[in-house]
């Protein structure tokens, strides 16, 4: 994927021109941009095998 510049006078123009663009790619081209932001982001992640954190809490209901 190379970068591409361009100029826009209001965000509204560049909101459009951002979506009609990707309308334009087909399915396999979004998923591709998927998966490479996908691996920039565990990248940066300090733990990549982490995964999700598991939360959880117990709360005693108390009867009425």
Not at 8 to 14: I, K, L, V
């Amino acid at each position: 994927m190379e970068p591409v510049i361009a100029k826009f006078r209001t965000h509204q123009e560049a909101r459009e021109a951002t979506l009609a663009y990707y309308r334009r790619l087909s399915p396999a081209e979004r998923l591709e941009i998927l998966f490479s932001l996908r691996a920039l982001a565990r990248k940066e992640d300090d733990a990549p095998s982490a995964g999700l954190a598991r939360v959880y809490r117990i709360i005693k209901l108390g009867r009425d």
